[in-house]
C-alpha cells in the first residue's frame, strides 16, 4: 500500500506458537508442570520433560500420517499431556480440537463430525463416555487413530488393544527423532473450539498461530493477568473450554509453573490442592468460586486460601458478595469477560489510576464491573436502532467487538450473517452499558433480559443482588411468560445449610428480609414476582448457570 | 497454506498504531502529558487534548499535501509535540523521522536527505541548529514545509516569517475537521530512525505499524517494563534515539502518565524534575545515570530520588557499583540490550524465578548481566568459526537475532550483506555468552574486543571493574597497538571530585589499590597496561562512551 518510495525494513517474521515452545525447552527447562491424578496424587514434569514429549508427540503424529490442517481432537481434563497436545498438534502442523467432556454424547459426537476430526486423545478415565459418543458420528466419519492418555496410571486393557486403540506414552517413547515444526504462515489454524450452544448447534471457532500469540501477549500485561515467569497458575477453567482462557499458551511462553487440576474440580479437592500447591493465581467460573467459599464456611478451620493469590474469574457475572467473600480471606478477586469468539479475553477489570482515590465500599461495587477493554479489542455498544451508545453508564446496548483475535466467521456452517455487522464486527449478544470511564457493565445476555410491561429488567442485576443476603448460597433469575406484564421475573434461590426453608418456598421472615434488601436497589415493578428454593442451580457444561435448564423446570408459574 | 478443508475464522483486523491512539482519546481522556519547556517551567496536557491535537496535526499534514509515505523529520527535544509527531505522522500516512540533535550538521544533512525527509518539525529553540544543516542538505534537496513548533513559548521571529517558515501551533489550530486515519496495512512504515553509526555512514531502519505494536506489548510485559497505566513514566532516553526505546507508544496504549524533560539533562535538572514529578519508572542510559549518583553524592542532603521509582537502563554496560548506588537509595536498576535495529528491546534483565534462592550480593554480579531475550526475540551467539555457541556462560560469540521488530534490512542502500547471515539473523556486531539460565553477557562490541597476544580481553568487564573503586567516576578502556601482544588495554580513568591526582596519572597508592581490586576478578596478563586520568570520558550524540574519540585522542601510549 506504500508509496512514495519507502518500505519498512523489518523482518518479516511470522508470529507462531512454535517460539514459545522453544522458550519453554531452551530457556526455561527447569520451570514445572503438576498434574492431579484421577488417584489425586501429583506427578510432576520439568519444562525440560515438557518440552521433549511433546516435540515426541509432533514426531509420533507425523508418523501417523498427520497432514497439515489435520485436525486432531482431545477428549481430555487439565492434564500435562493435554498441555502436550496445544503445542505438539501445532508443531505437526495439525489443529488441535478440544472436545467439551460435558456436553451430551450425542453433540460431542455431532461436534467431531462437523470439524472432521481425524485423530483423537483420550484420557482413559473418559473411554466410558468415548464408548457413548461414537456411535453418534456422522455416517462415514471416524477417528482414524484413537490414542488413549494412561492417566489413572491403568495398563491398557486388553479390550483397548483389542480394539486397535494406540497407547499416548508408548507412541511418544518410540517416536521418530524430531525433523523440525512443520513449515506454516501466521494465520494457519492451530486450534479450535466449538461455542456451547446454548441456542442452535455449536459452532466452530478456529485460532491462529497469529490470534494465539497476540491474545497471549495482551493477556500477560500488567493491567490485565499480570502474568510472569514468577508466578504459579491453577487453571480451573477446562482446557476444553476456550483453552483454558488461553493461560497455557502464555504459561509456556513466560516458564510459568502450571498446576493442573485434572478431574478433581470439587470444592474440597481444589482447597486440598491449593494447600498442597499454592498458585498465586487461580482461575475459574464464578460459580464454582461460589462453592469455594462455602466449603470455607462451613469447615472454617480446614483451609485458608494462599497467602497474596490473586483471582481472575469470567464466564458468567460475579455478585459483590463473592469478590468480598474472597477479599475478607486475602484474595483479589478480578473478573474479565469474553467468550469463545474472542480467545475469550476481551475486557478485564483492573483499577485505573485516576480512580484512585475511591475508597474500599466504592471499589467493592466496581468491581462487579467486567473491566476495561484490552489492547487490540474494539468494543463498541449498538442500541436496538442501530445508533452506537454514548459512554454513560446508562444507555445500554449489544456489545460488539473487533480486533486480530475476534473470530470473523465459523467453521464449516453457512456464514451466519446474523452474528456480524455490515462492517465487520462480531455481534456478541451480551448486553452492556460503559460508564464514562470505560468499564464495561454487561446487563445480561440478550436472551436473558426480562422485558416486563414494555421496560427491561436485568436478571443478572438482581441475582447479585439476590446473593448478596447472607443466608442465600445462590440464585438465578429467569423469565416467565406473564399475561399482563409479558414476561416476570422469577427468581430460583440455593440457600445455605444454616438457614431454615419450608420445602420450596422462602420462610416468611427471610421473604420479609430479602426483599428489604432488594428495595434498596430496584423498584418495586423490578423485584421478582414469586422466589422459589431449589437444591441446586443447573449448570451447563462450562459451569455457568443453565438457565435453559431452568426455564425447563419452571415452564409456569410455580 | 493450509490445506485439509480448514482455514482460520480470526478477523484479518491489522496491527495499527491508530487503534493506541483511539484508546487513548476514548480511554484515558484523563491521563496527564508533561513537558518541560526550555525555562525549566512546566506544561500539561490531558490525553484528551493530546488527542484532538494530535487528529489536528493529522489533517493539518494532510492539507499541506502529505502523501501516503511521505517522510515528516522532527528535530525536536523530547516533549508533548514531538508525541504529537509520533501518532499525528502516521495517522496521516507518513513516517516520521526522527533527527538526532546531537549529530555533527553535515550529518543531520547526509540523513535528511537519505532518507528524503519532505516536510519537518522543528523546536524553535533549535532552528541555530537547522540553519547550519541546510546547506548540508543534497543539491535539489529541501524541506517542502518546515513547521516550527515554538517550544520556548517566545513569539515567531520575523525572519521565520520571512523564510515562511509555518507555525506549528497556528497549523494545528487552523486544520480542517478530522476525516478519518489513512487507510493502511500493517506492514506500511511509521517511524524511522537511523543508526548511529560510529563506524561508516548511519543507516535508516524503517519501523512498521506491526513491528511498533508488537514491540509495544512486548515490551509492558511483568517480566519487561513491567507497564501499567498507574505508572509515570520520565523518559530521559531522547525521542530522537530508537523512539525514546518505545515507550512513548506504550504509554499511549496503556493511559501511561509521562514526564518530558525537554532539553533539560544535567543531573540537576533531572533531579529537579523527580522531585516535581515522581515518576515510577524513569529509563536513560547509564552514563547519565552515572551523574545523577555523582550529583547525590556531591551534595547529600539536596535530593532523594522518588520512592518507589524503578528504573530501566541500557546503550551501554552497567557497572555493578552503578546498580548498587542505586539500590542504596531505594531504586531497582535493571538493564535491557538492545539497538536501534531491534525497535529496540531484545533482552531484559528480570529475576527468573528458578534463582529466587540467591542473596543479595549473588544478585548485584547477576545483575550486571544485559537479561533474557524477550518474547518473539529469537537469539544466538556464534562463534568464529560460524558454529551456534552453547549457553554455557564462557563460550563466547556475535549476538545474532531476528523476530518481527527486528530490521532485516536499511532504507535507501545497497544490501549490507555483511549485516545478515544467510539464514536471515540480524548480525549485530556484539559480542556475549549465554549462560545456562539465558542470561547474556555482553562482552564487547566487536570493535571494542582487546585481543592481547591471540587472547580477548573485554574492555567492558576491565571497565565496570575499575568504576567499582570507590574513588573512580567513570572509566573507559581502549585498545592501542603493541609490538609486542598486538594490542593492549589502556584504561582511561575519571576521578571523584574528591580524589587526588598527579595530573593526568594515579597517584601511587591509588594505582596499588586499583591494580589490586582488579587483581581479585582479572589475570595478570588482562590487567590495562596503562592508566591515565582524563577530565571527562567523550560521549556519542546518544550518551554512550565514545570510544572512537579517545582512540583519536591517544593514538600512541602516553
Known amino acids: 500500500m506504500s508509496v512514495s ?71 481430555c481434563w487439565n492434564h500435562h499431556a493435554h498441555l502436550e497436545a496445544y503445542f505438539g498438534i501445532p508443531a505437526a502442523g495439525g489443529v488441535m480440537h478440544t472436545l467439551n467432556l460435558r456436553l451430551a454424547p450425542e453433540e460431542i459426537g455431532w461436534i467431531a463430525s462437523n470439524a472432521d476430526d481425524r485423530f483423537l486423545i483420550v484420557d482413559d478415565v473418559l473411554l466410558p463416555l468415548l464408548e457413548k459418543v461414537l456411535p453418534f458420528l456422522n455416517k462415514g466419519h471416524q477417528f482414524e487413530k484413537i490414542i488413549v492418555f494412561r492417566f489413572s496410571d491403568a495398563s491398557p486393557t486388553t479390550a483397548n488393544v483389542a480394539a486397535g486403540y494406540l497407547d499416548y506414552d508408548h507412541l511418544l517413547a518410540s517416536a521418530p527423532a524430531f525433523d523440525g515444526y512443520a513449515p506454516h504462515d501466521e494465520n494457519d489454524p492451530v486450534a479450535m473450539c466449538y461455542t456451547s450452544g446454548t441456542t442452535g448447534r455449536p459452532k466452530g471457532v478456529v485460532y491462529s498461530h497469529r490470534s494465539t500469540v497476540l491474545h497471549s501477549l495482551v493477556g500477560c500485561m500488567p ?192 456464514r451466519d450473517e446474523e452474528k456480524f455487522t455490515a462492517d465487520g464486527w462480531l455481534r456478541t449478544g451480551d448486553v452492556a452499558a460503559i460508564d464514562s470511564y470505560g468499564y464495561l457493565r454487561i446487563a445480561d445476555r440478550t436472551k436473558d433480559l426480562i422485558k416486563s410491561g414494555g421496560e427491561w429488567i436485568s436478571s443478572v442485576d438482581l441475582e447479585n443482588a439476590i446473593m448478596g443476603h447472607p443466608e442465600v448460597a445462590e440464585a438465578a433469575v429467569i423469565a416467565l411468560l406473564h399475561d399482563k406484564w409479558g414476561e416476570r421475573p422469577l427468581a430460583c434461590v440455593v440457600l445455605k445449610p444454616s438457614s431454615k426453608t419450608l420445602s420450596t418456598t422462602l420462610t416468611p421472615e427471610m421473604l420479609v428480609s430479602l426483599t428489604a434488601l432488594l428495595k434498596t436497589q430496584f423498584l418495586s415493578w423490578q423485584l421478582p414476582e414469586a422466589f422459589v428454593v431449589v437444591d441446586a442451580i443447573p449448570r451447563t457444561s462450562t459451569g455457568k448457570f443453565w438457565k435453559a435448564k431452568l426455564r425447563e423446570m419452571f415452564p409456569d408459574w410455580p
Not at 514434569?45 to 498427520?66: D, V
Not at 497474596?308 to 459483590?320: D, H, I, Y
Open 5 to 75: 518510495n519507502i518500505v519498512s525494513t523489518m523482518m518479516a517474521a511470522p508470529l507462531s506458537l512454535n517460539h514459545f515452545l522453544e522458550r519453554a525447552g531452551k530457556l526455561f527447562p527447569n520451570s514445572e508442570i503438576v498434574s492431579r491424578l484421577p488417584n489425586k496424587s501429583l506427578r510432576q514434569h520439568s519444562f525440560k520433560q515438557y518440552y521433549e514429549r511433546t516435540l515426541q508427540l509432533s514426531s509420533a503424529l507425523k508418523a501417523l500420517g498427520l497432514r497439515k490442517g489435520d485436525r486432531v481432537a482431545t477428549l
Open 223 to 414: 493491567d490485565a493477568w499480570k502474568l510472569s515467569g514468577s508466578d504459579t497458575v491453577l487453571p480451573v477453567t477446562p482446557m476444553f473450554h476456550a483453552n483454558s482462557w488461553g493461560l497455557p499458551y502464555a504459561c509456556i511462553m513466560l516458564g510459568t509453573k502450571l498446576v493442573f487440576p485434572g478431574p478433581h474440580l470439587h470444592a474440597h479437592d481444589l482447597l486440598d490442592l491449593m494447600a498442597l500447591q499454592p498458585p498465586t493465581m487461580a482461575v475459574g467460573v464464578p460459580t464454582i468460586w461460589l462453592t469455594l467459599i462455602q466449603a470455607l464456611e462451613a469447615e472454617p478451620n480446614r483451609w485458608t486460601l494462599p497467602i497474596g493469590m490473586r483471582s481472575l474469574v469470567g464466564g458468567s457475572a460475579t455478585p459483590e458478595s463473592l469478590i468480598r467473600a474472597f477479599a475478607k480471606r486475602g484474595v483479589e478477586l478480578s473478573q474479565g469477560w469474553g467468550m469463545t469468539e474472542t480467545s475469550p479475553l476481551a475486557t478485564v477489570f483492573y483499577k485505573k489510576h485516576e480512580l484512585r482515590g475511591l475508597d474500599d465500599e466504592a471499589w467493592f461495587k466496581r468491581k462487579t464491573l467486567a473491566g476495561l477493554p484490552v489492547p487490540l479489542m474494539e468494543l463498541r455498544i449498538v442500541g436496538e436502532s442501530g445508533e452506537v451508545a454514548p459512554w454513560d453508564g446508562v444507555a445500554v446496548g449489544e456489545v460488539q467487538v473487533r480486533g486480530p483475535f475476534v473470530t470473523g466467521d465459523y467453521h464449516n456452517v453457512t
